[in-house]
């Protein structure tokens, strides 16, 4: 079992907390043993990155594209080793964890080439007016677990690209990627440049208080974006918040070409076991198709094969953690209760590890919970709607806020998907995240806007030079 300890200024070191252990969701055994910070090393890795950002901070954009592209090409050479920490740690099958490495591999690229101009605001007789942006300080970023590797770049790339420093803490589930992240990252940056902690929520919420920190980076769920944004008040610091969503996806009525959209729907909303945050959460259809698309969802959920990882064949893996399987198994039942139609799935599989199979819900509407919360998990509720405008408020009817999608005829369906109340539409697609577009919440989802030159500048501060002639 490999060793992994915290990395504060380039060394490795021993956490001064109990270590605590990981399972494996596969078959609940105990994956390692991870190191827990102090308060006291807290402190000492923020002042680390705050003294390291005093050179970090003056390379200059070219010398932090070439860093970051050796960060790249070390990913690349790793993704093996990666992938697996990542498969027995978070639980997703081998082709989904090579592809999360892969494309974050592919992101760190995309972000290392990205460049912020000097912006002329006026160039009179007068005066010359010029906006340039500056990097932050030191930045906190706190990610979750079911995407805990790719979700890592999405903070540090640009964090680092901008010319910040970094602390970062992945979740207590899954912190071991990260850990080999910023190990491998050390061997090619600075020292002091990027560092991490592991530990429990504490730790998290000790950096949203800490006075050396000037941003914190959040991805995660909305009762802990508002625990943070609580936290981070004293120091004033700059938020980026990513948080839960519960995004509806809508077929228009007389939709064609339902066995290729559903192909569509049902991997969008059980990618990664349905443990994505802009998976599509809740699927409205017209009451015309409805029976239609539910047997056919229940014909693809039943053609997944759940089992571990790490096995050969394996589509569906295991829910990452108990708590989330309880949570599933919650809203599911609760909806049973009430009356829902069970079209697939609806029982967690007897065996050790956190499996529950693709799950369809039929017969439920806006008021049961596995519609109104969001399920993280894989189980699709389907909604029966009788007219569009119908759908468009029961889509809408929600506190968050992320994405949403129309399924069917391009131009009705881009219609309604512009009235959708979240942060990306989609049309006839879902859950599409790209480096150069701009990705962020509305509502309870949160605010800030991450990749592209957007989410570059969102790691910046802007300082206008006013200069009279
Ligand atoms: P979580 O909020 O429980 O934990 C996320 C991280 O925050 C972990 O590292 C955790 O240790 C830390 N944390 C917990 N309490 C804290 C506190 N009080 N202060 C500071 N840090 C604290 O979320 P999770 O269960 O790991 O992830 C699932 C949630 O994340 C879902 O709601 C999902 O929708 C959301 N999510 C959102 C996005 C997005 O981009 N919007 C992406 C992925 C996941």
């Known amino acids: 079992m490999k060793d992994y300890q915290l990395i504060i200024n380039g060394e490795k070191i021993a956490g001064e907390n109990k270590n605590f252990d990981v399972l494996n969701p596969a078959d609940e055994s105990v994956y390692n043993t991870c190191p827990s910070a102090s308060d006291k090393q807290l402190d000492f890795a923020v002042n680390c990155a705050n003294e390291a950002f005093k050179t970090w901070s003056l390379t200059t954009s070219n010398e932090r594209k070439i860093l970051l592209h050796k960060v790249a090409d070390k990913i690349?050479?790793?993704?093996?080793?990666?992938?697996?920490?990542?498969?027995?740690?978070?639980?997703?099958?081998?082709?989904?964890?090579?592809?999360?490495?892969?494309?974050?591999?592919?992101?760190?690229?995309y972000t290392a080439d990205l460049e912020i101009e000097v912006e002329t605001i006026e160039d009179s007789e007068t005066r010359l007016i010029q906006m340039h942006r500056k990097p932050l300080g030191v930045i906190g970023s706190i990610t979750p677990w079911n995407w805990p590797f790719m979700i890592a770049i999405w903070h540090m790339i640009p964090a680092l690209k901008a010319g910040n420093t970094l602390v970062c803490k992945p979740s207590s589930n899954t912190p071991f990627n990260t850990l080999r992240l910023v190990e491998i990252m050390n061997e090619v940056l600075p020292k002091g440049v990027i560092n991490i902690l592991t530990g429990g929520s504490g730790l998290g919420s000790k950096m949203s208080k800490h006075e050396g920190i000037r941003?914190?980076?959040?991805?995660?769920?909305?009762?802990?974006?508002?625990?943070?944004?609580?936290?981070?008040?004293?120091?004033?610091?700059?938020?980026?918040?990513?948080?839960?969503?519960?995004?509806?996806?809508?077929?228009?009525?007389?939709?064609?070409?339902?066995?290729?959209?559903l192909n569509g729907i049902f991997q969008s909303s059980f990618l990664n076991m349905g443990q994505t945050c802009a998976a599509l959460k809740r699927l409205y259809v017209h009451s015309d198709q409805y029976d239609e698309v539910c047997e056919k969802l229940a014909v693809i959920a039943n053609s997944q094969v759940v089992g571990d990882g790490m096995t050969e064949g394996t589509t569906f893996g295991p829910v990452q953690n108990k708590a989330q399987l309880n949570l599933v198994e919650e809203l599911v039942n609760d909806a049973k209760a009430n009356g829902a139609k069970i079209v697939c799935g609806g029982e967690a599989l007897d065996k050790k590890g956190f499996y529950y199979p693709p799950t369809i819900v039929a017969d439920v509407d806006n008021s049961f919970r596995i519609v109104k919360e969001e399920q993280f998990?894989?189980?699709?509720?389907?909604?029966?709607?009788?007219?569009?405008?119908?759908?468009?408020?029961?889509?809408?009817?929600?506190?968050?806020?992320?994405?949403?999608?129309?399924?069917?005829?391009?131009?009705?369906?881009?219609?309604?998907?512009?009235?959708?109340?979240?942060?990306?539409?989609?049309?006839?697609?879902?859950?599409?995240?790209?480096?150069?577009?701009?990705?962020?919440?509305?509502?309870?989802?949160g605010y800030g806007i991450e990749f592209g030159q957007e989410g570059l500048l969102e790691f910046t501060q802007s300082h206008v030079v006013n200069i009279t002639k």
């Open 76 to 109: 690349e050479e790793n993704i093996a080793e990666l992938a697996e920490i990542i498969v027995k740690e978070q639980g997703k099958p081998m082709f989904l964890a090579q592809v999360e490495v892969g494309a974050g591999a592919a992101w760190v690229r």
């Open 377 to 445: 998990g894989p189980v699709l509720p389907v909604i029966k709607y009788n007219a569009i405008q119908e759908a468009l408020l029961l889509a809408n009817d929600s506190e968050v806020g992320l994405g949403g999608s129309v399924w069917g005829e391009k131009e009705l369906a881009s219609e309604i998907a512009l009235k959708l109340e979240c942060g990306t539409s989609w049309v006839n697609n879902h859950a599409e995240v790209l480096p150069h577009v701009p990705f962020g919440g509305c509502k309870l989802s």
């Open 215 to 261: 941003k914190i980076a959040f991805t995660g769920s909305t009762e802990t974006g508002k625990s943070i944004m609580n936290d981070a008040s004293n120091s004033l610091k700059r938020l980026t918040l990513e948080l839960g969503g519960n995004d509806a996806g809508i077929i228009l009525p007389n939709s064609q070409n339902l066995d290729e959209m």
